[in-house]
């Protein structure tokens, strides 16, 4: 990696001061589990690394009657352990879990969970986020099994790695970021988007904030649930997932939010699954209809077709376990 | 051969010989305590990095080493292709700084500035795409054997064809390859190397450096993983040795995880069109096959089709893609498991034409195994059979139960070599008792440490505890490379001869004292005693006293004196997969491996090596694929997210029995570090036939190709 400078502040006024106004400058750093492997590989070259390890108010989960806050520095272990978080937020949980190792959960953040980089192996190779190769993208000609199937129409092709993004943004949470102008909340689903530059990030965040916290409202009466199509059990990344809230009332569905994950370069709402599901009763046929429906925009590039069949699946097992109680 | 000295124990005779006895070196590894190579650290010693070639085919025109030699901590830089020559695969090393750091050595390995002409290449061959591939083949000799054009056209006989294929892996050896050098002396050297060839390791050395070989010691004490890729010094090797003199100090130089991807070792791929003929009830006539793969840049071996069985009218085409995708390395049972799949899947899906059960077309055929070991292959394909509940899961094509879940079995034989080879062992009794045995071996995880430990402790009635192992050293008697499976057969005859030796040594020295004549005396239990009379009897203590200032010293030799082992064995396996038809995705319910290895020194080790084989299977079957980009011409998953591995929930419920007792133990030792590792692949392409009843053809059956193959036919 490229020699930079450490920083440890001890209060989030002090590391917002370190950060600078653009890109490429600097970065965050939370448990490091991804940052320092894109530093490794040169697919990031901070001057400097700004370290919210000492910040303590930045870790934690309080529990209201009406949200969870999640402090952004939770690790994944202990939302994992977190007895709100089990009993109010099962889905959350579920999601964690598919974090199959126990160093990425003692390590990893939330924060980081949400702000991870794409996993694209043509940006991690050095050839950046837009994997441009004399002037053009590598990803509609190259090796595009496990990139995106829907959003994809150039210049960015990867996916959205997080996988806690599509079950939050589908429970309507928010994240508060604090610059040095001050904080300011925003939905989760709009800390996303796809860049149009090589310059670019695939989020919203500016490049002198930091994640503070994540808040999600109170899941009353809803049933959730994640599901991740993945190769392996062991520690693997999914090939496409799932992510579904459903507000009942009796046996049908009066609300439902369904987003998808790794088939995008952002967490993917899909509106028209979720107008499938709207004023009906669940049945093994509705959620078949939601997932066609989930993907019937889809744009598979020369080798990721499979990954359209997996998405169509996802959706569906996600909104029959939701509907069987959830998560 | 009767009556010889050497000869192993009778069964009733044997204490420690086929028990299941826990490997020696466990403890040490389970706590760390156990030094690998990647674990020496010396003294001032110096840290190399690679100066990496980003492209797979160029042509070196300059190479600019000044900025990196003037940075602070930069000890000694060496060249290792220089200008003019021909980089053949991405990633391969151009040259090598040493620092003082590993951050150093890293920044200064980008400081060096090469300059290269950009030359065609091609890094992928499944396809055998005749525009890319014109000038780069190179044509094997072909097989032929009867007439198979006639069997064929026989219209009593069935015939199946397909296209089949398993690309090429990589060995992703957890230790990277590597080594620390440190010279000893003007003309001396020791090094750590991470090598399956401890005693072969010095004249390599020795030879490039033009220093003589019995100035160089290597040492490997623990390694790990070689899967028959780690024989040679390397390039990288050369290069530590040679910046260690230039320095003056110690280096280490270890291959980073994308290196050892790219550049230390491919398993070549195997793709074939195929065409096999049987009679209506199923015996196997005709065989037809056009191969094509790639080893790298140059021809690698001929896949051995049709594989065990040698089918009587046959005939075989092989076809060599020369391709920018690294260096072709020996890989646990070269050729095997690619012939394993390129056999065991057309003639499963022959079986399934005929509508027979595969298991009894393999039966009703093992008699076309060479060497008369039809017998064996019966018994073991019997035994997986039971091991596998093969009569209450075995189903015809096609999983007929609702839901989107289909479950299927499927089987595959396999054989191997794994004669003992040549090799030294020197066993020491001191005075006090204490007992060394000494082999410039090497333990490559397989057991040999505690296969060792166990031929010498029952050769001297001594329990295993009492023996000390040295091995992993080249100032130990020479002792042959890991490789082949030829480990276990030569160091347990080896051990077993200077065993035998010494024992009789000591059996003179306390005869007299005792009474007996030395013929006439045995060493049981702690003991040295008159055969059937405990009343002349001495302890292993007080025996070894009677020896004065005098030590015993026996040196064994394989080959030798009696038939210690022999070579030829084989396997049949069963995988019991289930498969989900709406994602594609694979589970391993359970493997079965009924094997032989001749006579088993250590039931648990041996074991282990089936287990071991099978999870390993279980991988290049399921996960992994060296998926090279055609337009950059790089390997692009070169770490372990993208390479990927089973965990163990991927592996199921792993059955492994050892096939032993008479027809078996007589053959002595035989190697069983590869053999395991061959059916894998075919028994779980076979099993996922059975479940989706339809082929995936190529390896691995990823969700995609489960799809792909589902919506050609099948039952989605
Ligand atoms: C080998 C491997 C396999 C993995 N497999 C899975 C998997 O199967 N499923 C899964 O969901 N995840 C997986 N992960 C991802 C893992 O969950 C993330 O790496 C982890 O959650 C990131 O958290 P961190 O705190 O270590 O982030 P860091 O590495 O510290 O940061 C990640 C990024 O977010 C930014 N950042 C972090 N926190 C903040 C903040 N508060 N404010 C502003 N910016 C911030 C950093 O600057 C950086 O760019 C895997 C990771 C690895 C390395």
């Given at each position: 990696m490229e020699r930079f400078e450490y920083a440890n502040p001890t209060s989030r006024k002090e590391a917002i001061s370190l950060l600078a106004a653009e890109w490429g400058q600097t970065e965050v750093l939370a448990g490091g589990t991804d940052l320092v492997s894109c530093m490794k590989d040169f697919a990031c070259t901070p001057k400097r690394v700004v370290s919210l390890k000492r910040i303590s108010d930045l870790r934690g989960i309080r529990s209201s009657g009406k949200e969870l806050r999640i402090g952004s520095m939770t690790t994944i272990?202990?939302?994992?352990?977190?007895?709100?978080?089990?009993?109010?937020?099962?889905?959350?949980?579920?999601?964690?879990?598919?974090?199959?190792?126990?160093?990425?959960?003692?390590?990893?953040?939330?924060?980081?969970?949400?702000?991870?980089?794409?996993?694209?192996?043509?940006?991690?190779?050095?050839?950046?986020?837009?994997?441009?190769?004399?002037?053009?993208?590598?990803?509609?000609?190259?090796?595009?099994?496990?990139?995106?199937?829907?959003?994809?129409?150039?210049?960015?092709?990867?996916?959205?790695?997080?996988?806690?993004?599509?079950?939050?943004?589908?429970?309507?949470?928010?994240?508060?970021?604090?610059?040095?102008?001050?904080?300011?909340?925003?939905?989760?689903?709009?800390?996303?988007?796809?860049?149009?530059?090589?310059?670019?990030?695939?989020?919203?965040?500016?490049?002198?904030?930091?994640?503070?916290?994540?808040?999600?409202?109170?899941?009353?009466?809803?049933?959730?649930?994640?599901?991740?199509?993945?190769?392996?059990?062991?520690?693997?990344?999914?090939?496409?997932?799932?992510?579904?809230?459903?507000?009942?009332?009796?046996?049908?569905?009066?609300?439902?939010?369904?987003?998808?994950?790794?088939?995008?370069?952002?967490?993917?709402?899909?509106?028209?699954?979720?107008?499938?599901?709207?004023?009906?009763?669940?049945?093994?046929?509705?959620?078949?209809?939601?997932?066609?429906?989930?993907?019937?925009?889809?744009?598979?590039?020369?080798?990721?077709?499979?990954?359209?069949?997996?998405?169509?699946?996802?959706?569906?097992?996600?909104?029959?376990?939701?509907?069987?109680?959830?998560? | 051969m009767a009556n010889c000295k050497y000869e192993w124990p009778a069964a009733g005779d044997r204490r420690l010989i086929g028990k299941s006895i826990s490997r020696i070196d466990g403890p040490a590894k389970s706590s760390g305590r156990a030094k690998y190579s990647l674990d020496i650290n010396l003294p001032g010693m110096l840290f190399a990095k690679s100066v990496n070639c980003p492209y797979a085919h160029v042509r070196i025109k300059s190479i600019d080493t000044s900025a990196a030699e003037k940075m602070p901590g930069v000890k000694a830089v060496r060249v290792i292709m220089g200008v003019g020559k021909e980089v053949q695969w991405a990633g391969d090393q151009v040259a090598a700084v040493s620092a003082v750091s590993e951050e150093i050595a890293e920044d200064a390995a980008r400081a060096v500035k090469v300059e290269y002409e950009q030359l065609p290449f091609l890094v992928n061959e499944a396809d055998f795409d005749k525009d890319k591939t014109a000038g780069r083949t190179r044509q094997a000799a072909e097989l032929k054997v009867g007439d198979p054009d006639k069997a064929f056209s026989d219209p009593d006989v069935v015939t199946h064809e397909g296209h089949y294929g398993i690309p090429v892996i990589t060995h992703c050896c957890l230790e990277p390859h590597g080594h620390v050098t440190e010279w000893m002396g003007p003309q001396s050297l020791r090094t750590f190397s991470s090598t399956q060839g401890v005693s072969a390791m010095p004249a390599q050395f020795a030879e490039a450096l033009n220093i003589p070989a019995n100035n160089v010691q290597t040492i490997c004490?623990?390694?790990?993983?070689?899967?028959?890729?780690?024989?040679?010094?390397?390039?990288?090797?050369?290069?530590?040795?040679?910046?260690?003199?230039?320095?003056?100090?110690?280096?280490?130089?270890?291959?980073?995880?994308?290196?050892?991807?790219?550049?230390?070792?491919?398993?070549?791929?195997?793709?074939?069109?195929?065409?096999?003929?049987?009679?209506?009830?199923?015996?196997?006539?005709?065989?037809?096959?056009?191969?094509?793969?790639?080893?790298?840049?140059?021809?690698?071996?001929?896949?051995?089709?049709?594989?065990?069985?040698?089918?009587?009218?046959r005939i075989r085409r092989h076809t060599f893609i020369l391709a920018n995708i690294g260096p072709a390395r020996a890989w646990r049972a070269p050729n095997h498991p690619q012939a394993a799949l390129l056999t065991m899947t057309p003639i499963d899906d022959l079986a399934a034409k005929l509508n027979m059960d595969p298991l009894q077309l393999l039966m009703k055929n093992a008699d076309l195994a060479s060497e008369g070991r039809g017998k064996v292959y019966r018994e073991e394909l019997q035994k997986v059979a039971e091991m596998s509940e093969w009569s209450k899961y075995w189903h015809p094509r096609g999983d007929k139960t609702p839901g989107h879940i289909k479950r299927g079995l499927g089987v595959s034989i396999h054989t191997w070599g794994g004669r003992g080879h040549a090799g030294n062992c020197l066993v020491t009794i001191q005075p006090d008792g204490s007992v060394t045995a000494e082999l410039g071996s090497q333990d490559l995880g397989t057991g040999t440490r505690t296969v060792i430990a166990i031929v010498a402790a029952e050769t001297l009635g001594l329990p295993v505890e009492a023996i000390r192992v040295k091995i992993g050293d080249s100032h130990y008697p020479f002792d042959g490379p890991s490789g082949g499976s030829t480990t276990v057969g030569g160091v347990s005859a080896s051990t077993r001869r200077a065993a035998v030796d010494a024992r009789d040594q000591l059996f003179a020295a306390v005869a007299p004292g005792l009474g007996v004549?030395?013929?006439?005396?045995?060493?049981?239990?702690?003991?040295?005693?008159?055969?059937?009379?405990?009343?002349?009897?001495?302890?292993?203590?007080?025996?070894?006293?009677?020896?004065?200032?005098?030590?015993?010293?026996?040196?064994?030799?394989?080959?030798?004196?009696?038939?210690?082992?022999?070579?030829?064995?084989?396997?049949?396996?069963?995988?019991?997969?289930?498969?989900?038809?709406?994602?594609?995705?694979?589970?391993?319910?359970?493997?079965?491996?009924?094997?032989?290895?001749?006579?088993?020194?250590?039931?648990?080790?041996?074991?282990?090596?089936?287990?071991?084989?099978?999870?390993?299977?279980?991988?290049?079957?399921?996960?992994?694929?060296?998926?090279?980009?055609?337009?950059?011409?790089?390997?692009?998953?070169?770490?372990?997210?993208?390479?990927?591995?089973?965990?163990?929930?991927?592996?199921?419920?792993?059955?492994?029995?050892?096939?032993?007792?008479?027809?078996?133990?007589?053959?002595?030792?035989?190697?069983?570090?590869?053999?395991?590792?061959?059916?894998?692949?075919?028994?779980?392409?076979?099993?996922?036939?059975?479940?989706?009843?339809?082929?995936?053809?190529?390896?691995?059956?990823?969700?995609?190709?489960?799809?792909?193959?589902?919506?050609?036919?099948?039952?989605a």
């Amino acid at each position: 990696m490229e020699r930079f400078e450490y920083a440890n502040p001890t209060s989030r006024k002090e590391a917002i001061s370190l950060l600078a106004a653009e890109w490429g400058q600097t970065e965050v750093l939370a448990g490091g589990t991804d940052l320092v492997s894109c530093m490794k590989d040169f697919a990031c070259t901070p001057k400097r690394v700004v370290s919210l390890k000492r910040i303590s108010d930045l870790r934690g989960i309080r529990s209201s009657g009406k949200e969870l806050r999640i402090g952004s520095m939770t690790t994944i272990r202990e939302l994992l352990e977190d007895q709100h978080v089990k009993q109010g937020y099962p889905a959350l949980i579920q999601s964690a879990e598919y974090i199959r190792s126990e160093q990425l959960r003692n390590m990893g953040t939330i924060g980081g969970e949400l702000l991870q980089r794409p996993r694209c192996w043509y940006f991690r190779l050095g050839y950046g986020l837009l994997a441009q190769y004399n002037g053009k993208s590598l990803v509609p000609d190259g090796d595009n099994r496990y990139h995106a199937i829907l959003g994809n129409s150039g210049p960015a092709y990867f996916v959205s790695p997080s996988m806690m993004a599509p079950i939050l943004i589908a429970m309507g949470a928010q994240v508060r970021l604090e610059g040095p102008g001050g904080a300011r909340e925003i939905t989760v689903e709009k800390l996303y988007r796809t860049p149009a530059q090589p310059d670019e990030r695939e989020h919203t965040l500016h490049p002198n904030e930091i994640l503070t916290e994540i808040i999600v409202p109170r899941q009353e009466g809803a049933r959730s649930a994640v599901y991740e199509v993945r190769q392996k059990e062991a520690l693997d990344w999914p090939l496409t997932a799932a992510a579904v809230v459903l507000k009942m009332n009796g046996d049908t569905v009066s609300h439902a939010r369904v987003v998808l994950g790794h088939v995008a370069p952002v967490p993917w709402p899909s509106p028209e699954a979720e107008q499938t599901l709207e004023g009906k009763t669940v049945s093994e046929d509705v959620a078949e209809a939601a997932g066609k429906a989930a993907v019937s925009k889809a744009t598979p590039l020369s080798m990721n077709g499979y990954k359209v069949q997996l998405a169509r699946v996802a959706v569906k097992r996600a909104i029959m376990q939701a509907a069987q109680g959830g998560a | 051969m009767a009556n010889c000295k050497y000869e192993w124990p009778a069964a009733g005779d044997r204490r420690l010989i086929g028990k299941s006895i826990s490997r020696i070196d466990g403890p040490a590894k389970s706590s760390g305590r156990a030094k690998y190579s990647l674990d020496i650290n010396l003294p001032g010693m110096l840290f190399a990095k690679s100066v990496n070639c980003p492209y797979a085919h160029v042509r070196i025109k300059s190479i600019d080493t000044s900025a990196a030699e003037k940075m602070p901590g930069v000890k000694a830089v060496r060249v290792i292709m220089g200008v003019g020559k021909e980089v053949q695969w991405a990633g391969d090393q151009v040259a090598a700084v040493s620092a003082v750091s590993e951050e150093i050595a890293e920044d200064a390995a980008r400081a060096v500035k090469v300059e290269y002409e950009q030359l065609p290449f091609l890094v992928n061959e499944a396809d055998f795409d005749k525009d890319k591939t014109a000038g780069r083949t190179r044509q094997a000799a072909e097989l032929k054997v009867g007439d198979p054009d006639k069997a064929f056209s026989d219209p009593d006989v069935v015939t199946h064809e397909g296209h089949y294929g398993i690309p090429v892996i990589t060995h992703c050896c957890l230790e990277p390859h590597g080594h620390v050098t440190e010279w000893m002396g003007p003309q001396s050297l020791r090094t750590f190397s991470s090598t399956q060839g401890v005693s072969a390791m010095p004249a390599q050395f020795a030879e490039a450096l033009n220093i003589p070989a019995n100035n160089v010691q290597t040492i490997c004490r623990y390694i790990g993983g070689g899967f028959g890729s780690k024989f040679q010094m390397d390039a990288w090797g050369l290069a530590s040795a040679q910046m260690a003199k230039d320095a003056g100090k110690p280096v280490k130089y270890l291959l980073e995880r994308a290196e050892e991807l790219e550049t230390a070792g491919c398993r070549p791929s195997g793709f074939a069109r195929v065409k096999v003929g049987a009679k209506k009830d199923g015996t196997l006539v005709a065989w037809e096959s056009d191969c094509w793969g790639t080893g790298g840049p140059t021809p690698s071996g001929v896949l051995p089709i049709p594989y065990v069985l040698d089918i009587p009218n046959r005939i075989r085409r092989h076809t060599f893609i020369l391709a920018n995708i690294g260096p072709a390395r020996a890989w646990r049972a070269p050729n095997h498991p690619q012939a394993a799949l390129l056999t065991m899947t057309p003639i499963d899906d022959l079986a399934a034409k005929l509508n027979m059960d595969p298991l009894q077309l393999l039966m009703k055929n093992a008699d076309l195994a060479s060497e008369g070991r039809g017998k064996v292959y019966r018994e073991e394909l019997q035994k997986v059979a039971e091991m596998s509940e093969w009569s209450k899961y075995w189903h015809p094509r096609g999983d007929k139960t609702p839901g989107h879940i289909k479950r299927g079995l499927g089987v595959s034989i396999h054989t191997w070599g794994g004669r003992g080879h040549a090799g030294n062992c020197l066993v020491t009794i001191q005075p006090d008792g204490s007992v060394t045995a000494e082999l410039g071996s090497q333990d490559l995880g397989t057991g040999t440490r505690t296969v060792i430990a166990i031929v010498a402790a029952e050769t001297l009635g001594l329990p295993v505890e009492a023996i000390r192992v040295k091995i992993g050293d080249s100032h130990y008697p020479f002792d042959g490379p890991s490789g082949g499976s030829t480990t276990v057969g030569g160091v347990s005859a080896s051990t077993r001869r200077a065993a035998v030796d010494a024992r009789d040594q000591l059996f003179a020295a306390v005869a007299p004292g005792l009474g007996v004549p030395a013929d006439q005396l045995e060493a049981v239990d702690g003991k040295i005693q008159a055969k059937g009379d405990a009343s002349k009897s001495l302890t292993w203590k007080q025996a070894c006293r009677k020896l004065g200032v005098k030590t015993v010293q026996a040196h064994g030799k394989n080959p030798g004196q009696c038939m210690l082992g022999s070579s030829g064995v084989g396997g049949a396996m069963v995988a019991d997969v289930s498969v989900d038809t709406e994602t594609g995705l694979v589970k391993i319910n359970r493997m079965a491996v009924a094997q032989d290895c001749g006579l088993i020194i250590d039931m648990k080790t041996a074991e282990s090596q089936c287990y071991g084989a099978m999870i390993m299977g279980i991988c290049y079957s399921l996960f992994e694929e060296k998926i090279m980009d055609n337009i950059t011409g790089r390997m692009l998953n070169p770490n372990m997210e993208f390479y990927k591995l089973a965990g163990i929930g991927d592996i199921g419920e792993l059955k492994v029995h050892m096939m032993t007792g008479p027809g078996y133990d007589e053959r002595g030792v035989i190697g069983l570090g590869e053999p395991p590792v061959i059916s894998p692949g075919a028994a779980i392409s076979n099993a996922v036939a059975n479940a989706i009843g339809v082929r995936v053809p190529t390896l691995p059956v990823t969700p995609e190709k489960v799809l792909a193959a589902l919506a050609k036919g099948g039952m989605a």
